[in-house]
């Protein structure tokens, strides 16, 4: 059972790589994962300025897909919470604001810079890029974290990926600790 909560920055669930790895360890219940409709409305935008080849529909369909895997991940009351709040890029505060609402210990994100740990440590809070947080899983529960990762390089049809070719995608998501780990169990990928 979880024993701690991570709330996913809109950064990490952009590209879809890296994205469905995280969805899915937040499956193995190792912790629990939470997100809001803001974090959401972030990263389709992110991708609708990026894919013209992708519809808001398919992203609705993600979204609603993502909100049932993991059961009661979206934070709500939290919006009074953020103009009470300080950071380098206002736009983050209500990340802040979310993690705050839900008691998360964790905020993973690849913009460390945004949440210093001087100010989100106030709140007993800390910023992790997502490969030292995955690397953190693997310290817990190594076969969790690879068995996630063999699933999710199976359910890859189109085209099937390797392990090797599984664990470049991985490494092209910023995630050069993990694939390193990863590299040590590929028999079991």
Request: glycine share 6%; with cysteine; hydrophobic share 40%.
């Amino acid at each position: 059972m979880a024993n701690f909560t991570a709330i996913y920055d809109a950064c990490v669930l952009y590209p879809a790589p890296l994205r469905d790895f995280l969805l899915r360890l937040a499956m193995t219940e190792l912790f629990r994962a939470r997100w809001t409709d803001h974090i959401h409305d972030e990263w389709t935008g992110s991708v609708l300025g990026n894919r013209q080849d992708i519809t808001t529909e398919q992203l609705e369909r993600t979204r609603q897909l993502m909100n049932q895997a993991v059961p009661d991940c979206l934070i709500t009351g939290y919006e009074e919470l953020i103009d009470s709040l300080e950071l380098p890029d206002p736009d983050d505060r209500h990340v802040l604001a979310a993690a705050i609402r839900c008691q998360a210990g964790v905020i993973v994100t690849f913009n460390l810079n945004d949440f210093p740990a001087d100010i989100i440590g106030r709140y007993g809070i800390e910023a992790q890029h997502p490969d030292e947080f995955i690397g953190h899983l693997l310290d817990l529960n190594p076969g969790a974290v690879c068995n996630v990762a063999r699933l999710q390089r199976q359910a890859l049809k189109n085209p099937p990926k390797s392990p090797e070719e599984f664990l470049d995608t991985l490494l092209r998501q910023g995630l050069a600790g993990t694939v390193a780990q990863l590299e040590d169990m590929i028999e079991l990928l």
